[in-house]
Each structure stands twice: as structure tokens, then as C-alpha cells.
């Protein structure tokens, strides 16, 4: 091999069903390339906890790569000022990469890739890497394209790997290398291939069993979950294994209720409701491949204006601190910031709580959680914000009571008292509602609301009519249906425009 070749690792940091790396090895010698951006490190959605994930990531990386014969290259810089001074210290000639449909900084950022490796003669191959596709004319057949493309053989790690002369490193990067403010997570997700395989045999072969049933309350949502969210963000393992061995395991338990051996388990219920989620993944980033500027804009125009004037900052910093006076969302905040992550259920009332309580426009709201979350992932951050918001034109209003949640979900108050101490005496019977303690029973253990505990910055039921008063003013209008139509043909099963990406 006389030929090098980068392959540029971004949001793909593993050996196995890579086929970047997989062609490239066949071809050339490689430089295994991973970029630590400015303009992605100093984004409004970025925080020293998601470059604590990548940097365990690239470890994991670069010791496999090294146990092939290759090693990780890490540079800084801008992508373009990085491959062109890599291109004059070895003249590669091809660069090798996965798709990727993240934020409009790595969205402009690999437009100039493109017209930098065109000017330079240098050929860029892409391989697609979810069921997410590029140039995407419409939704009709999606499902089936989705699916072939996930039930397509995995890609084994190459057996070896030729590296040219020794190509400078600049190692890994800390947050004070790169100055950010680090981290302070509580327990932590490990990043890396092996804590990736490791999380999901867990969860195929014991956690998940409950899954279905567990995977809403916030107390067993924990352990219940699969917990695989922050892998497939930064791609650790492949989506497509990760279907591929849910099914295998989904065949294993029929064949075992077929022999009368599995009567009474609920395995088959979760593993579906857990592979309906693994679709619902690619689905909701094809949103933002198709249409990008939903990182910025209302999917439904037609809802421009409705909440921007009425922002509050004082309610907007006692929601993202976790003094809102309803007990079951300041805990979720609070987990939330302290571990980065939470469930689905419990981020949506987050969400719906900020966009409806509180009338928050979700774009600020939206930034803030993105710094939060482990596992963010834009395509599905941006599509979801908006569909909790009620700003898709298309779905359903979803307001969530903070009050019943509590009921369905935490009615003795575990998760509360965990995250929110200062109401640890609280009766069950007030955990939802401590306002409603009478006085004496407020000043008996020691939680006084308005005071140890703050008091709800707005009444549940006055905010929710005033929410919906607003939403359906604009929703009921000729025009918002008629926009809604496009939207549903833009982003539905049916028919829709083709994207606006490469």
C-alpha cells in the first residue's frame, strides 16, 4: 500500500460496523483522524460533560486502533485548517468519513469540507451510517429504506491497519486544555466501545425484561431503560448491531415461550416497545436532515411570535435550577444537571412544563437542556422540543400535569426527597403539592414554602387554560391548517420535498 487515506472519525468512535474504516483499510495506508473543533466546543449547546464521554471514547479508540497497528490522530483546529496542513505533511488522497446530521455548525462546517477537498483534488466519500438519508424527495417508503439498511450484514473491524511515517498527535484534550468549565457529574455514563457492548448485554439479558413498564417512571426508569442513548450519540456501536442483536434476542425468547419455557415474563412486550424506539431515533433526525433550520425555527411558521414576547428570565432561571415549586420537576432538573440524563417521560414534562407553565419559547429552553443531556443527539433534541411544544402543527397538544405525574409516577416521593432534600419530611399525601401542608404542619418539620422550599411560580390550572387559550387561538386558523398540511407532507409517511442538504 503506498496510498494514505484519512479517515476522519466525528460522531462514530468505534472499530466495528464502521464502513469508513472498513473501506479505507482495504485501500491504503490511514490516518485515523478525530478533530477537536473550536466552533463546536464553544456552541451554545456544548458542555465539559459531553467532552468527557468523547475524550473516554477516543482512549477506547485509539487503544483498539493501536492493538490493529494503527493509532488515533487528534488535532485542533477548524476541519479545514486541520486537513489542509494534514494534506501537505502526507498528501493524502481520499478522505473517508460517516454522515452526519448534527447541528448547523458541523452543517456548515462540512459544506466547507466539501469545497475544500474539491479545490484540493482530495475525493470524500461518505457512507451513510443510521437509516438517515441525504437528498431524501419524500417519506413514502422510508420505513422499508430504514430498514434495509439496518438488516444489511455488519461490518467487521479490519483485521489490520497500515499507517504511514509517524503523524504528530496532539493527544487528548481536557476541559482545561480547551477552556471549559469541567464537569461535576454524579456517577456518570462510561464512554467507550466495551462500556457500550456492555450496557447493551445487560439490558437484552436482564434489565430489560420491565422495560415496557418501567421505562416511564423516573424511579426505576434508572436501571429499566436501556441506557444505550449516549453510545448511539457518539457512536460507540452501531445502530444497526444494536437492532440486529435486539432481534436476535427477541427470536431467542419466541423460540423459548414456544417450548413453554418463558410462560409469564414480559420480554417480547419490552423488546417491541424498545425496537419501536430504535426506529423512532432515525425518524426524528431524518426531521432535521430534511429540514435543518428546525434547530432555529418553528416547524410550523405560522406559530412565529406566539411565545417570544411573553419570556420571562426570572421563571427561565428558576427552571433550570430547579425552584419551581413543583417538586416532581425540580427533581427531574436536578438529576438531570447532576447526572446527565433522564428519562423520556420526565424530559417531556420538562419540556412541556417550560413551554406551557411557564410560556418559554423553546429555543432558549432547548439550548440549555442540550447542555444537560449526555446523550445529545440535535436531530432528535430539535424534532422533539418542538413537537413537545406544539409548534410542529401536526401533533397533538401535549401538556403534562407535574401534579398527576407525581401520582402515576412517584406517588411515595422517592425520586422527590432524592433530588429535592429540602422536602425529605414531607407527607406523601402533600409530596405533589407541599403548598397545601396546613401552617402548622409546615412549621412542625421544618419546611416552610415560600420560604426552605419556594412556593409554585404559577398555578396549575390558570396556567394550562391560559396555554391552551394561546396555542389553539393560532391552531384553529385556516392558515395554520393549511400549513400543518405541509408540514405532514414534509415530515409524515407520505410524500414530502426533498432535503436542502448535500
Known amino acids: 500500500m503506498t496510498a494514505t487515506h484519512v479517515v476522519w472519525f466525528k460522531r462514530d468512535l468505534r472499530t466495528i460496523d464502521h ?48 492493538q490493529l497497528g494503527g493509532r488515533l490522530v487528534t488535532r485542533f483546529g477548524s476541519a479545514v485548517e486541520v486537513l489542509n496542513t494534514l494534506h501537505k505533511e502526507c498528501e493524502f488522497t481520499t478522505l473517508h468519513s460517516h454522515l452526519e446530521t448534527g447541528n448547523d455548525v458541523t452543517y456548515q462546517r462540512d459544506l466547507a469540507v466539501a469545497r475544500w477537498a474539491k479545490s484540493m483534488n482530495v475525493e470524500w466519500r461518505e457512507y451513510a451510517q443510521h437509516g438517515v438519508f441525504r437528498r431524501l424527495k419524500d417519506r413514502d417508503g422510508w420505513s422499508r429504506r430504514w430498514l434495509q439498511q439496518m438488516r444489511r450484514p455488519l461490518l467487521a473491524e479490519p483485521e489490520s491497519i497500515a499507517v504511514p511515517k509517524q503523524v504528530p498527535s496532539d493527544g487528548l484534550k481536557t476541559a ?12 456518570p455514563q462510561q464512554g467507550g466501545m466495551t462500556a457500550a457492548y456492555e450496557t447493551l448485554h445487560s439490558f437484552l439479558s436482564d434489565r430489560g425484561q420491565g422495560y415496557r413498564f418501567e421505562m416511564s417512571s423516573p424511579n426505576t426508569a434508572w436501571t429499566g431503560c436501556s441506557r444505550i442513548s ?16 435486539t432481534e436476535a434476542r427477541q427470536a431467542r425468547v419466541r423460540a423459548s415461550r414456544a417450548l413453554g419455557r418463558t410462560k409469564g415474563d414480559t420480554w417480547l412486550e419490552s423488546l417491541a416497545s424498545f425496537s419501536k424506539r430504535l426506529r423512532w431515533h432515525c425518524h426524528f433526525i431524518q426531521k432535521l436532515e430534511s429540514q435543518p433550520e428546525l434547530e432555529f425555527e418553528n416547524m410550523a411558521r405560522v406559530y412565529d411570535g406566539m411565545r417570544e414576547p411573553h419570556f420571562r428570565d426570572d421563571f427561565f432561571e428558576a427552571w433550570k435550577a430547579g425552584l419551581t415549586g413543583y417538586p416532581l420537576v425540580d427533581a427531574c432538573m436536578r438529576a438531570l444537571r447532576q447526572t446527565g440524563w433522564l428519562n423520556f417521560r420526565m424530559r417531556a414534562m420538562l419540556v412541556s412544563f417550560a413551554s406551557y ?10 439550548l440549555f437542556l442540550a ?10 433534541h430539535y424534532s422533539q ?28 416521593g422517592h425520586f422527590i426527597r432524592t433530588w429535592v432534600p429540602e422536602l425529605e419530611a414531607v407527607p406523601s399525601e402533600f409530596i405533589a403539592e407541599p403548598q397545601k401542608m396546613p401552617s402548622s404542619l409546615q412549621l412542625s418539620i421544618g419546611c416552610i414554602i415560600g420560604k426552605d422550599y419556594p412556593a409554585p411560580l404559577v398555578g396549575h390550572r ?28 414534509r415530515h409524515g409517511s407520505r410524500r414530502g420535498p426533498s432535503s436542502r442538504r448535500r
Not at 357 to 366: G, K, M, N, S, V
Open 19 to 66: 464502513e469508513a474504516l472498513a473501506q479505507a483499510a482495504e485501500e491504503a495506508r490511514l490516518i485515523c483522524l478525530y478533530i477537536y473543533e473550536p466552533a463546536v466546543l464553544t456552541h451554545s449547546d456544548y458542555d465539559a460533560r459531553h467532552l468527557n464521554f468523547t475524550n473516554q471514547c477516543l482512549a477506547a479508540l485509539d487503544e483498539r486502533l493501536q
Open 357 to 366: 407553565h411557564l410560556w418559554l419559547h423553546w429555543r432558549p429552553t432547548a
Open 462 to 489: 390558570a396556567a394550562v387554560a391560559a396555554a391552551k387559550s394561546r396555542v389553539y387561538a393560532v391552531r384553529t386558523r385556516a392558515d395554520a391548517r393549511a400549513e400543518a398540511k405541509q408540514v405532514y407532507y
Open 385 to 412: 422540543f418542538q413537537m413537545q411544544s406544539g409548534t410542529t402543527g401536526i401533533n397533538s397538544v401535549r401538556i403534562y400535569s407535574p401534579i398527576k405525574q407525581v401520582s402515576d409516577h412517584d406517588p411515595q
Open 230 to 245: 449516549p453510545h448511539l450519540a457518539y457512536g460507540t456501536i452501531s445502530m444497526r448491531e444494536i437492532l440486529q442483536k
Open 176 to 187: 482545561a486544555d480547551l477552556g471549559l468549565v469541567g464537569h461535576t457529574l454524579v456517577d
Open 371 to 380: 447542555r444537560q443531556f449526555v446523550d445529545y443527539e440535535p436531530g432528535i
